[in-house]
């Protein structure tokens, strides 16, 4: 099996919750250019970031989120689900 390099994403400090909702399909909505936001924060090439890099960066936001008193999410509630399941 190949060892993945694990990558450490950054969040832009003044950067807002970016999940504005789910399409039929499961496709995520974010915010208009937070996924342009997050790679120049971090260096990255455009179009660089993979989508399960960004599930990742989402989720531990989200966990992050839960702990400090934001109310729960039910579109990342179900990514969690799927992604656990998968």
């Excluded at 060892?3 to 450490?8: A, G, I, K, T, W």
């Excluded at 915010?31 to 993979?50: K, P």
């Amino acid at each position: 099996m190949a060892h993945q390099r694990q990558l450490h994403l950054v969040i832009p400090q003044e950067q807002e919750w970016p999940v504005m909702g789910q399409e039929s399909d499961g496709t995520l909505i974010l915010q208009d250019g937070f996924i342009d936001d997050i790679e120049t924060v971090n260096g990255l090439e455009a179009g660089s970031l993979t989508d399960s890099q960004l599930l990742s960066l989402l989720l531990a936001w989200y966990h992050e989120r839960r702990r400090i008193g934001f109310p729960e999410d039910p579109v990342m509630d179900e990514m969690e689900r799927a992604h656990s399941a998968a």
